[in-house]
């Protein structure tokens, strides 16, 4: 069983940067795909990107691409979301997950995921 705990969410202005924290445990960190998908208020929830823990190899969804960045800290079993250029789209409830597949972020379900947090994009 994973567990997995996001912190670093909060407001900011358009423009503004924010990075996210997901702390995992309950399994082989260095072998997994982690992920981050996020969900709007009355709308689906999308992926907007992964990253395998092992390789380091990332995948995003197109509007978040040059924009955002994971990355992960394999001794502390930690992943990363730094959000850069934020815009009021971007507002939504973010979530950290294990990804069924890794590069198919527009389409993949997940296995597990934390409980979320929220960002809110705003002037």
């Known amino acids: 069983q994973v567990q997995l705990v996001e912190s670093g969410g909060g407001s900011v202005q358009p423009g503004g940067s924010l990075r996210l924290s997901c702390a995992a445990s309950?399994?082989?960190?260095?072998?997994?795909?982690m992920g981050w998908f996020r969900q709007r208020p009355g709308k689906e929830r999308e992926g907007v990107g992964s990253i395998y823990t092992g390789s380091g190899q990332e995948h995003y969804r197109d509007s978040v691409r040059g924009r955002f960045t994971i990355s992960r800290d394999n001794a502390k079993n930690t992943v990363y979301l730094q959000m850069n250029t934020l815009q009021p789209q971007d507002t939504a409830m973010y979530y950290c997950?294990?990804?069924?597949?890794?590069?198919?972020?527009?389409?993949?379900?997940?296995?597990?995921w934390g409980q979320g947090t929220q960002v809110t994009v705003s002037s």
């Open positions: 997950a294990v990804p069924e597949h890794c590069s198919r972020i527009t389409t993949t379900s997940y296995e597990y």
């Open positions: 309950g399994a082989t960190f260095s072998r997994y795909c």
